[in-house]
Structure formats: structure tokens, C-alpha cells
């Protein structure tokens, strides 16, 4: 790539915008599903990632597997550790996505992780076969506002929205500093603690969403500590998407043999849980609610 | 020649001066033109123009550090940092959960005001001075320094110090802060548990809850340091996760004061973390080089020629080299652990053998895979297999400042010996790092070189170890 071509802005794919544009129109809220690239096994993967947006997973979450990742709990530090074990790369997760693309090219595909293994591979490449491979956005947990010259300002250049944790403890004069640079959606840590631990209380979500609203136009995903699919169709009431990830990690996780290895059963079980908890998402809204004004 | 006495305004001590118009000693005043400084000095500002574009975007990235030709020769350079972002050069930053950053801010605001509260210092200095035993001795190592026959060898007696190490320094420091802010619970993560012991000491003493992280393989290994945890009412959480070691432990406190923002204040035990901490841990261990200026201007009229510290962390060797970093003439060697080998892999050198990358908070030298995966690091020694190094020391490194050297576990072994054999100390297996290369540096320097090697901790904690290592029964 030249110099001249890497001054010019990326456009963004706009599947994320697209896909709650759709959701709006539905009236309903959506799902986002969390899975870890190359968990239990890259194949299984590739076929979990397949399955999913049949199943109901209106966006998929990938996780970037990493050896330290400090906000995440038992659930899906085993899942990083499986995946690093059977041969998980940032190469191999970005091919996981490409492979994602040829079957669907709709459903947003958002990484999800740590900076020292984007850091590692080169932030301006990363950033680039990224966005080739078809991710529409990041997470990434330990790059925080004050950080952003890093990775959030360079995403946004090359066309992936960079999407930012609220949490509890964001205060209002934080919360301005949070969504600055945030695009796609925002996605607010129910919690505080660790992923996949406790459960917060429906009424605080409830209060919490509402505060985020009148600090931004961005559709409010809610996630950390939602497990079964009513507590997501709790979410589903107030917000516009609950996302859901130790639960169908920790399902992976029961369907291994002795040695790690996935047994048949793996799939059609991650299948049945992502299909109940979208159902619960779906019924959320039935008591008719709509978006925008969810109290 | 008649020979005046009167005080050098760069290290405030009467020394006998053949041109009496400066107002500084002879050392000084032929400054900054011999041998090493000049080349500290060159590769400075090489550093400086090459390095800073590499300043990530930064809107600072042109701004050259100050060169010691631009600004008065008393004003160091090398003591700015970090600057306000925490950063020292590249190195350092804020890398933590969003839920963390307005905990991170609050420890900074309080930090930043405390630095500027003379209560504080007074009452520190009272702790430091009557709970801790400080100041801590300089002692001429004798026998060493004729076994050795080449430079006089000093020993900084940190390890005398209560809980017989150095980080009892930096926990009296924090737990007076975690007390200013009204924190309630004490959380802290420790590798062979020298951190948790003078953490569980603080919180005895000033009546505070504390919980400390220690990975599952630590406690096996260092178990009289786990019951002397115990013994002082802290509650030892084992840490099952990842590679179950220092490293899992620093995970698991962090996921522990994520999920406890509120009440609780993480004590982190060495210059490393997210921007304060490095710059706090620094300021609190820096009584040690502090101390060490006036001892040795006391016993030999001068500056030390070498420093030496051991490396796992780094709070120890930065405590004493930061007060010497704008003395041009003093060396100073930061000693990695080799484990068996730099080239084995099997180390914990994340200086000589690591690379840039994030965790736990900052921008450092670590010990990774080509994919960003963090490798355990391995020593003898429990409090040096740390996979990273304090931001600060990064930056030393890449401006050449301080020179980074490694040696093995078998090295180290030997230095231990020797000390106890000569010295009648026992020091603790880190330290012994920077003994064993005293040892191959010492003989070939003149024998007015006067050397400090800070022997951080003793090294009782290490006698099972020890003798695991030489294979004998206890």
C-alpha cells in the first residue's frame, strides 16, 4: 500500500448499523453471541461460527485468545488457554472470519480481546487484514480513552468501529470521555467484576441504559453475567441487545471428552442454547415495547 | 597547593577542589568529558532524534527530551518521567479495563496530591524510621573485596530492614495513601511472597482487611513466607489459573479489585502496573539511593563509580539508582535473572530476552511468543520469574542509561555462597544475582572503584530452596 493511499480513511463496512437498523425495524432487540477463535479447535469453530446466525445470533462476538486475560472469568480464560493449545493465531482467527464471509455477509463480526497480541502482530496490519477478512468492529479490553492514539483512532481510520466498555463506574464526566471515539454500538459492562460471575440487578440495567441514552444515539448493547435466556429477555426489554458469552463457552466446555477433544454432540448443544436464548431475547419486547423509549 | 574545602552544588559535599572559581567538585567539574558519560551522552541523542517519531502519534512525538548541553547541568533529564500520560518514552500508559480507570485516576489525583503534603513525608519518615529501622546501614564487605581483590565493595543492608526485605518501603508508603482515601480493604498479589509479607505487616499494623494473590505453584515453593502471611491475619488466595505463578497472581488481584471498586485499594509490590504505580513504587523505594548518597559521601567523600541491583520487577534497583540517573559518572548495572540460560529460553531476563508488548497495565519489555502469548519466565529465584520489568526501567534500557546484564541460576548460587561464607550474610537469592556479577566484574576494576550492590532482601526464605538446588539435606 502506498503512503498517499494510507493517509485516506477506510469507509466502514456498516454492517453493525445495518444490522440494528434492521433490528429497529423488527422492534425487537438482538443477540450477540460470544465464542473464542480456535476454541475447542479451529474446525469446530469454523462450524459453531456457521451455525450461529441460524441459530439467532443477530452479531458474533470472537474472541482473540490470550494467555492473561484479566477481565474475563474461569469460563473463557480455559476457553483462551483450549485455544491457544490446539494452535490459535491471530492469522488462523482472521481466516476463521474470512471463512465466516463466504457464507454470510451480513451478520457483523466483531474481535473481541487484548492489545499485546495486536500490538505483537503490528497494529497497522492488524488493523488492515482485519477489516479485509470481513470484521466489521473491536473490543478490546485494556485500551481505554486515555489510550486512544493506540488502536481506537487508527480502527476508526481504517474503517472498524471501535467499540467501547461503559460500566457502573463511568460516571457522567466519564462517560463523555468513553463515547468520544465509540462507534457501532456501546456495550455496558452490567457489572463490576469479571465476565461470566455475578448477575446484575434488572432495575440498575434498566437505570443504567437509560443514563447511556442521553449521552448517546449509539444502540446499547448489555452484557457480563447473563447466562439463561430469561435474564436475556430481561436485557432485551431496555436495551438493544443483550450479549451472552461465558454461558455458550462454558456449554463448549461440557461437551469435550477426557483429553479436550469435542465430542459430536458439541455443536447441536451450542446450536440449542443460542437458539433458547434468542427465543428469550424475542419475547423480551412482546409486552410492546419499542426502542428509543424503553424506561 | 593550598586545598579548599567548600560544598559542590551537585552532590553537596566538601571535597577538596584545585579550581576554586567553580562552585563544584573535582569529580564534577571534570564532568561530563570522561570515558562513559560521553558515550551516555552520544547514544542519548541518538535515541532522542531516531526515537521520537516512534512516539505512537502522540502530539509530544517532536518534542525532544531535553539534552543535558540545553539545560543546567544540575537539572536531570533522566527524572522527568513519567510525563503526564504515565509514559516513559514508549513505555508505561494506562492499559487497563475501562472498569479500573476511575480507580487508576482517583490513586493518581491522590498521589499527586500527597507528593506536595509535608504531613505525609513526616509521617512516613516517622514509620520508616521507627517501624521499619531505617536507614538501612552501608556496609564495607571486607573480605569480599579482598577475596576479590579489585573494587571496594559496599553492601546496601536492605535486607535488615522489618520482614527483611526492601519492599516494606513502598507498602508503608501506599498503605498511609490507601488510608488518605479512605480505602477500607488491602488487595495484593506476590510472587515468592516477600510483598505479601510486608503487605500483611501494613495492614496488621494499621488495622486494615488484606487479601493476598499468590499463585497455586508459588505457595508449595515458598510455604514459611505463606504461614508468616497467615500468622499476621492475611487471608493467601491460591491462584489456580494460567501458569499458577506471579503473573496469574497479578490477573486474579486485578479481576478481585474489578469486582470490589468501591472500598478496596490494590497494593502493587513493584515499579510496574498502569501509570501511577511505576512512578509511585519508584518514589517510595528511592530512600535506598537516597540513603546510599550520603553514606557514601560520609565513608569515602564522594559518589559511588557502580551501582548494582538486581532485576524481577525492578522496584529495588530503581529505588537506588533514580536518585543517581543525572550523575553522569555513576554506572549502574541492573542484573537479570539467566535462569539456566538466556538461550536455554528458560529465564526471566524480559529485558535481554524479551520484546515490547502490553500487560498488566503497561507498555514494557515482556517475555512472549511471536503471537503475543505470555511465557512464564523461569528462576531460581521466586521473586525474579516475573515475565515483565517496570516501564522505567524499558526506557533506561533503550537510552542506554543503565546497563542491563544477566546471570544464571548456578552463577547466582555461587555468589549466595561466597557471601555467606565471607560475609557471614545470607543474602536472598535475588540479590545474589547482583553479587554473582560483582563477582566477574569486580576484580578487573581499580581498587579505589567503590561499588554498591543493594542487597534487597536475606535470604532465610531461600534456605529450602537452597538446598534442594545443592542437592544437600537441611
Same mark, same amino acid.
Given at each position: ?41 479451529? *474446525? ?77 502482530? *503490528? ?134 471428552? *477426557? ?24 419475547? *423480551? ?11 | ?474
Amino acid at each position: 500500500m502506498s503512503g498517499a493511499a494510507e493517509q485516506t480513511p477506510v469507509a466502514e463496512s456498516g454492517r453493525i448499523r445495518h444490522r440494528f437498523e434492521a433490528l429497529r425495524r423488527e422492534g425487537r432487540a438482538g443477540l450477540v453471541t460470544f465464542v473464542t477463535a480456535g476454541d475447542p479447535d479451529h *474446525g469446530t469453530c469454523a462450524a459453531l461460527l456457521q451455525h450461529l446466525p441460524g441459530a439467532g445470533a443477530d452479531l458474533i462476538e470472537l474472541g482473540m485468545p490470550f494467555t492473561d486475560p484479566m477481565a474475563d472469568g474461569p469460563a473463557i480464560q480455559a476457553a483462551s488457554l483450549r485455544a491457544i493449545k490446539a494452535g490459535a493465531t491471530m492469522e488462523r482467527t482472521l481466516d476463521l472470519v474470512a471463512g465466516f464471509r463466504q457464507q454470510d455477509d451480513e451478520t457483523p463480526v466483531v474481535l473481541m480481546g487484548y492489545y499485546n497480541p495486536i500490538f505483537r502482530f *503490528g497494529t497497522e496490519r492488524f488493523l488492515d487484514a482485519a477489516r479485509q477478512a470481513g470484521v466489521d468492529g473491536l473490543i478490546v479490553v485494556d485500551v481505554p480513552p486515555e489510550e486512544d492514539e493506540e488502536l481506537c483512532l487508527p480502527a476508526l481510520h481504517a474503517g472498524l468501529n471501535f467499540i467501547r466498555l461503559a460500566t457502573p463506574t463511568s460516571d457522567d464526566v466519564r462517560l463523555r470521555t468513553v463515547l468520544r471515539h465509540t462507534s457501532g454500538f456501546v456495550y455496558y459492562v452490567a457489572i463490576t467484576g469479571i465476565t461470566g460471575t455475578s448477575t446484575a440487578d434488572n432495575v440498575d440495567i434498566a437505570t443504567a441504559v437509560t443514563r447511556l441514552r442521553r449521552h448517546t444515539a449509539l444502540p446499547v448493547a448489555v452484557g457480563f453475567g447473563i447466562k439463561i435466556p430469561m435474564q436475556a429477555g430481561a436485557v432485551a426489554r431496555v436495551a438493544d441487545a443483550a450479549v451472552v458469552g461465558s454461558a455458550i463457552v462454558g456449554r463448549i466446555a461440557d461437551h469435550l471428552d *477426557g483429553d479436550g477433544r469435542p465430542q459430536p454432540s458439541l455443536v447441536p448443544a451450542v446450536v440449542e442454547l443460542v437458539e433458547a436464548l434468542a427465543a428469550g431475547v424475542r419475547a *423480551g419486547r412482546d409486552k410492546d415495547r419499542s426502542i428509543g423509549n424503553a424506561t | 597547593m593550598s586545598v579548599l574545602l567548600s560544598p559542590c552544588h551537585r552532590c553537596r559535599w566538601a571535597t577538596p577542589r584545585s579550581r576554586p572559581a567553580l562552585t563544584i567538585c573535582q569529580r564534577h567539574a571534570s564532568g561530563v568529558g570522561v570515558g562513559v558519560p560521553t558515550a551516555f551522552l552520544e547514544k542519548r541523542r541518538r535515541i532522542d532524534t531516531v526515537g521520537a517519531p516512534l512516539i505512537l502519534g502522540r502530539s509530544d512525538a517532536t518534542a525532544p527530551y531535553p539534552t543535558p548541553e540545553s539545560v543546567m547541568p544540575s537539572l536531570n533529564t533522566y527524572r522527568s518521567g513519567p510525563d503526564e500520560a504515565g509514559r516513559f518514552g514508549l513505555y508505561g500508559g494506562r492499559f487497563v479495563a475501562e472498569t479500573l480507570m476511575p480507580l487508576i485516576l482517583e490513586v493518581e489525583r491522590a498521589y499527586g496530591d500527597l507528593k506536595h503534603d509535608r504531613d505525609f513525608w513526616v509521617e512516613l519518615s516517622s514509620f520508616l524510621t521507627h517501624y521499619v529501622g531505617r536507614p538501612s546501614p552501608l556496609y564495607f564487605a571486607e573480605r569480599l573485596t579482598s577475596h576479590f581483590g579489585g573494587a571496594k565493595i559496599y553492601f546496601k543492608r536492605d535486607e535488615l530492614n522489618h520482614t527483611g526485605a526492601h519492599k516494606i518501603n513502598n507498602c508503608v508508603g501506599q498503605i498511609l495513601l490507601a488510608r488518605r482515601m479512605g480505602k477500607r480493604r488491602i488487595i495484593a498479589e506476590t510472587g515468592a511472597g516477600q510483598h505479601g509479607v510486608a503487605t500483611a505487616t501494613v495492614c496488621a499494623r494499621f488495622g486494615l482487611p488484606c487479601t493476598v494473590y499468590m499463585g497455586a505453584v508459588d505457595m508449595e515453593r515458598q510455604k514459611p513466607n505463606v504461614f508468616r502471611m497467615r500468622l499476621l491475619g492475611a487471608e493467601v488466595v491460591p491462584v489456580e489459573s494460567g501458569a499458577r505463578t506471579l503473573k496469574d497472581a497479578m490477573n486474579e488481584a486485578l479481576r478481585d479489585w474489578v469486582a470490589n471498586v468501591d472500598d478496596t485499594y490494590y497494593l502493587i509490590g513493584t515499579a510496574a502496573g498502569p501509570h501511577p504505580y511505576p512512578a509511585m513504587v519508584r518514589d517510595f523505594q528511592s530512600i535506598i539511593g537516597s540513603e546510599v548518597r550520603d553514606q557514601m559521601l560520609a565513608a569515602e567523600g564522594r559518589l559511588p563509580d557502580t551501582l548494582v541491583a538486581c532485576i524481577g520487577g525492578g522496584s529495588n534497583a530503581l529505588g537506588l539508582f533514580h536518585p543517581f540517573l543525572d550523575e553522569p559518572e555513576v554506572r549502574m548495572i541492573g542484573v537479570e535473572a539467566g535462569g539456566h540460560g538466556i538461550t536455554t529460553g528458560a529465564h526471566a531476563a524480559s529485558l535481554l530476552g524479551g520484546r515490547p508488548g502490553v500487560l498488566h497495565g503497561n507498555r514494557t519489555y515482556l517475555l512472549q511468543d511471536d503471537e503475543g502469548q505470555i511465557l512464564e519466565g523461569h528462576s531460581i529465584s521466586a521473586g525474579l520469574d516475573y515475565p515483565g520489568i517496570g516501564p522505567e526501567h524499558a526506557w533506561l534500557h533503550d537510552t542506554g542509561r543503565v546497563e542491563y546484564v544477566a546471570v544464571t541460576d548456578q552463577e547466582a548460587l555461587a555468589a549466595f555462597q561466597l557471601c555467606a561464607r565471607l560475609e557471614g550474610i545470607l543474602p536472598a537469592l535475588e540479590p545474589a544475582h547482583a553479587l554473582a556479577h560483582v563477582a566477574m566484574r569486580s576484580p578487573v576494576l581499580a581498587t579505589d572503584h567503590l561499588l554498591v550492590v543493594n542487597l534487597c532482601g536475606r535470604g532465610d526464605k531461600d534456605i529450602f530452596t537452597i538446598a534442594d538446588a545443592l542437592e544437600t539435606a537441611l
